[in-house]
C-alpha cells in the first residue's frame, strides 16, 4: 500500500491553456500527464500514452488542471486551539478544496514566534502529508506589538520561515514595522500586514456606514485599513522590503496599493473570497457567520476588488481559513469571534466572481492561486507549471454545472462557513501531492496511506 504508485492523467484540460477570459473550458486540446516517483514526467497529446501495469488511470475528460493551489494565509489552530482546528484536519479541509501547500498564520498558543514552535508545526504538516504546510512566523513576541520575534532565528530555522505577519493584529507601532521590515530585507523575507488602526476599530463589530447606524452596531471605517497601508507602503519604499497586505477589504485600499505599485514599491496584495461576493447586508440577519475581520463592506467594495484582481493590482486569493468552534459562533453578534472557514470554498468562489463574471480567465486564476502565492511566500518545490521535470502537484476541477455547497463538503473541525446552501460552481475531483493523491474523486484518502506516503517521500 505505501509504496508510490505511478498515475496515469487522461485528457485533461490545462489551466495554463486558457488564457481567455469568459471563455470556454473546453477550448485547449486535452492531454495525457504520467506521474512517477513524485514529478511530471511525461505529457502528450491526449490518447498518446498507454497505460502500465500497476498505474492508476484517472480519466480526466472534461476536467481543468491547475497546479497545486497554494493558500498564503490559513489559520490551522494547532498548537493551541485545537477544539477549532488542528494541522491534520486543516489540511484535510485544504487537500478537500484542491490546496497542495498552505502557509500556516502565527496567532496559535503559543504563538509560532520562536523556532521551536514554527518547527513543531512543520513537523505535524510533513507527518500528517495532506498539504505542505509552511509556518508564518510572528513579527512581535506574542503579537503583543511590543518587541520583536525571533525573526532571524525562524528564517534560519528548519522552517525556512520566509512570511512574518501579527496577522489578528496589526503591527500598528511605525518603528517596529519599519525595523521588521529591515529585517526580512536581509534575507527576501515579506511581512504580512493585518491592516487595521486599532485606535479606529475599538469596539467595531461591522463596516461603519448607514448600516451600522440603524443596526445599532459599531462601526469599522474604511480609513482603519486605508491609513494602515498607506503608511506601510511608504516604509516598504523606505526600507526596500517587500510587503504584503492581507485581505484587502475596500475600494479605497485598492487605490492605495494601486498608486505604490505605480511607484515601484515591492508590494503585493491579497483578496479572500468572501470579500469578492458577501456585503454588510448580511449583517442584517445578525447571523455570526458573517461576522469577520476585515469586515463585509459595501457593493461597491466588492465590485472595485473584482475589478483589482482583473487589472493585476491585487496579486493573490487567500482563503483566510479562519475556524471557530459552535460555541463562538452560535451566540450573539457581539459575544462571537471574527472568522470564516474557507478552504473548501475558495475555488467555487473564484470561479464564480471572477472567470464567469470575465474578469480572469483560467490561467490566471492559476496565478492568483497557485504561481503567484508561491512566489510570494518563496515556496521551494512548488511546479511552475504542468510539465516534465517539475514536481507532481496539481488538482483536477470540473467546472460544468454548480451545486448546493452542504456541510458534507467541509472537511475540516469547524463549520462555520458563510457559502453553507449556496448553488456553487466548480467540484475539486482530485488532488494530487508529490505525486501521491490526497482527494481521490472527491474522497479523502485515508489518513494512515497519505501519512505513510509522505513518510516514504520525507519531508520537503
Ligand atoms: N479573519 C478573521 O476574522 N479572523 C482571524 C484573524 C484574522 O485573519 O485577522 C482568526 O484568527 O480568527
Ligand atoms: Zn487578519
Ligand atoms: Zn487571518
Given at each position: 500500500m ?22 470556454d ?50 489559520h ?53 502529508g ?16 511590543e518587541?520583536?520575534?525571533e ?30 521590515l ?57 526600507t ?30 491579497e ?69 470564516m472557514?474557507?478552504l ?71 463549520v ?45
Amino acid at each position: 500500500m505505501t509504496e508510490q504508485t505511478d498515475i496515469l492523467i487522461r485528457g485533461a484540460r490545462l489551466a495554463a491553456e486558457l488564457a481567455e477570459r469568459g471563455g470556454d473550458h473546453l477550448a485547449a486540446a486535452p492531454v495525457d500527464l504520467r506521474l512517477s516517483g513524485g514529478a511530471i514526467v511525461e505529457r502528450t497529446a491526449a490518447g498518446s500514452l498507454v497505460p502500465r501495469v500497476d498505474e492508476r488511470v484517472i480519466e480526466a475528460d472534461g476536467l481543468v488542471a491547475l497546479t497545486g493551489l497554494v493558500d498564503l494565509h490559513t489559520h490551522l489552530r494547532e498548537p493551541g486551539f485545537e477544539q477549532s482546528e488542528t494541522v491534520l484536519t486543516g489540511t484535510r479541509a485544504a487537500a478537500a478544496g484542491g490546496f497542495t501547500t498552505v502557509f500556516a498564520m502565527a496567532n496559535t498558543l503559543p504563538v509560532q514566534d520562536t523556532a521551536g514552535v514554527v518547527e513543531q508545526v512543520q513537523r505535524l504538516g510533513d507527518a500528517a502529508g495532506y498539504a505542505t504546510v509552511r509556518p508564518i512566523g510572528a513579527v512581535t513576541e506574542d503579537l503583543a506589538g511590543e518587541r520583536l520575534s525571533e525573526i532571524g532565528a525562524m528564517a534560519q530555522s528548519r522552517a525556512g520561515v520566509r512570511v512574518f505577519s501579527d496577522d489578528g493584529k496589526c503591527v500598528h507601532d511605525p518603528l517596529l514595522m519599519r525595523r521588521a521590515l529591515e529585517y526580512v530585507r536581509t534575507f527576501d523575507g515579506v511581512i504580512a500586514q493585518h491592516a487595521q488602526d486599532p485606535r479606529l476599530t475599538e469596539g467595531a463589530q461591522m463596516n461603519e456606514g448607514s448600516l451600522s447606524s440603524e443596526l445599532g452596531l459599531k462601526g469599522w471605517p474604511a480609513v482603519a485599513e486605508e491609513s494602515i497601508i498607506a503608511r506601510d507602503v511608504l516604509l516598504a519604499e523606505h526600507t526596500g522590503a517587500r510587503l504584503h497586505i492581507c485581505h484587502l477589504s475596500t475600494a479605497g485600499s485598492v487605490e492605495v496599493v494601486r498608486w505604490a505599485k505605480a511607484r515601484g514599491v515591492q508590494v503585493t496584495a491579497e483578496v479572500t473570497p468572501h470579500h469578492l461576493i458577501l456585503t454588510e447586508e448580511l449583517v442584517r440577519s445578525y447571523d455570526p457567520r458573517y461576522k469577520v475581520n476585515p469586515p463585509l463592506r459595501r457593493e461597491e467594495d466588492v465590485q472595485a476588488l473584482r475589478a483589482a484582481v482583473a487589472d493585476g493590482v491585487i496579486d493573490i486569493i487567500a482563503t483566510d481559513h479562519a475556524p471557530h468552534p459552535v460555541e463562538a459562533k452560535e451566540c450573539e453578534w457581539d459575544a462571537a469571534a471574527f472568522g470564516m472557514v474557507g478552504l473548501e470554498s475558495a475555488l467555487p468562489i473564484a470561479l464564480l466572481t471572477l472567470v464567469q463574471t470575465g474578469h480572469a480567465s483560467w490561467a490566471e486564476l492559476e496565478r492568483l492561486l497557485s504561481q503567484k502565492p508561491a512566489e510570494i511566500g518563496r515556496l521551494d518545490g512548488h511546479p511552475a507549471a504542468l510539465v516534465p521535470g517539475e514536481p507532481a502537484d496539481l488538482v483536477l476541477v470540473d467546472p460544468s454545472g454548480a451545486s448546493a455547497f452542504g456541510a458534507d463538503r467541509l472537511r475540516g473541525l469547524s463549520v462555520n462557513s458563510p457559502f453553507l446552501g449556496m448553488e456553487l460552481p466548480g467540484r475539486v475531483v482530485t488532488t494530487i501531492r508529490r505525486g501521491a493523491l490526497t482527494l481521490d474523486d472527491g474522497e479523502l484518502v485515508p489518513a494512515e496511506q497519505v501519512a505513510a506516503r509522505a513518510a516514504v517521500a520525507g519531508p520537503r
